[in-house]
């Protein structure tokens, strides 16, 4: 990494203000605050911006992002359990990766479940249903188990089309090798799941469920991964369906901007007609990473740093009716990496720029799901149902490591409207 750019993420680590204005071909300027001293850093932007990523603008910055105790709650989010963690009775240690869909007026969620550790060949894809809009739940029944020699089959996304409900769950061999998505239909009639074995290899790890594009076809966010590590690249990837078949996609990695030297690809999207934005999880500094498409997701911009500050977790984005843009994670001035409190950027309707943040919940929290003076509230997933926003999400209750509950919040759309100043 090269001396500018080094010091350049030292000071996104250690500064008390993790909010940075677009870099141009002239400067980079970055606000940067050791303890209570506020003072200006101008780097000669001629060799930063040949050297590393221009920073893309998320964030409108006529409005000042405060730090997560400041952040405004939402009202009137009802907050359900879809599983508690439970593992002295059921032997579950491992849950991860909520995927949410309402189909034939139920809803239902799948996860990862593992007896044994993350990531490891035991790994099955599980899901509940719900007739009560969350409240209450069925059973754990199974999408997958990998029933295959040395198969595991893991988290992923539903979606609910011409009334059939289709998953696309992320699997791999071994120990996190051969990454690749596997595809399943409900048999409505026997309530067991049609196998329609591997659509997508190459690494890619659905993240957030297809969305249709005025084109006709679906596109799906993911990740291009492989065994984990935290200083590789693994960048955000798209997968676009032919049409309405949804057993054949085409799968497409996003090029990295120079300089970014370590990324965990998980990713989401924001769909406006052929203009797409990709957000995706960084690993070298807690900001969104983000890349463009202007052709219905075939081509795209690398990904680059933008000046959105975002904990190093798996964003989940969309496009809400009522013509506001949303990011689901954890965002807040100088708070690093934690991934708490949950929270959710909103636009203004037809803007483009995050210009709100607010918090769906805290780590103490009086309503249903555990709570702790830390936790980890992370890998979220959104879907809008008749005028309410479900993010489900993972809770490990203070517990080290993804051993998680997995949890729902209801929000109505009204609450995310922003008053214009």
């Not at 409108?60 to 359990?81: K, Q, T």
């Amino acid at each position: 990494m090269n001396e500018l750019l080094g010091r350049f993420l030292f000071f996104r680590c250690v500064s008390s203000t993790q909010r940075l204005p677009r870099a141009n071909e002239k400067h980079v300027l970055l606000q940067v605050s050791l303890g209570l001293i506020p003072f200006f850093l101008l780097i000669g932007g001629a060799s930063l911006a040949a050297q590393s990523p221009v920073i893309f603008s998320l964030w409108d910055e006529s409005n000042m992002l405060g730090v997560a105790e400041d952040l405004p709650e939402l009202a009137g989010v009802e907050f359900h359990v879809i599983k508690k963690w439970d593992k002295p009775n059921d032997g579950y240690t491992f849950l991860h990766g909520v995927g949410l869909a309402w189909h034939r007026g139920k809803l239902y969620a799948s996860f990862g479940h593992n007896k044994g550790a993350e990531n490891t060949v035991t790994e099955e894809a599980q899901y509940r249903v719900s007739d009560d809009g969350g409240k209450t739940w069925g059973p754990l029944q199974v999408i997958d188990a990998g029933e295959e020699e040395n198969l595991a089959v893991s988290h992923g996304v539903f979606l609910s089309h011409d009334g059939k409900l289709w998953a696309f769950q992320g699997a791999y061999s071994g120990f996190m090798k051969n990454i690749h998505t596997r595809a399943y239909s409900l048999n409505e009639e026997t309530g067991q799941w049609t196998k329609h074995g591997v659509v997508i290899e190459n690494g890619f790890w659905p993240m957030n469920q297809p969305v249709q594009m005025d084109d006709g076809n679906w596109i799906m966010a993911g990740g291009a991964l492989g065994a984990y590590s935290s200083d590789k690249v693994f960048p955000a990837a798209i997968a676009i369906s032919h049409g309405d078949d949804l057993t054949q996609w085409d799968f497409i990695r996003i090029q990295t901007a120079d300089g970014i030297d370590r990324m965990w690809g998980e990713s989401s999207l924001i769909v406006d007609g052929p203009n797409i934005i990709n957000i995706a999880r960084y690993g070298g500094a807690a900001v969104a990473l983000v890349a463009k498409s202007g052709d219905y997701g075939r081509t795209w911009t690398a990904s680059e740093i933008s000046d959105l500050p975002m904990a190093t977790s798996k964003p989940a984005a969309g496009m809400l009716s009522s013509g506001q843009r949303y990011l689901v994670c954890t965002t807040a001035r100088d708070n690093g990496g934690k991934r708490s409190p949950l929270t959710i950027a909103v636009t203004r309707p037809g803007e483009t720029q995050f210009s709100q943040v607010f918090v769906i919940r805290r780590r103490k929290h009086d309503g249903p799901g555990e709570s702790a003076e830390s936790l980890s509230l992370s890998y979220p997933c959104g879907i809008e149902h008749e005028g309410k926003l479900y993010v489900g999400y993972s809770n490990n209750g203070g517990r080290k490591g993804n051993l998680n509950s997995a949890e729902l919040a209801v929000i109505p759309i009204a609450s995310l409207a922003i008053e214009r100043p």
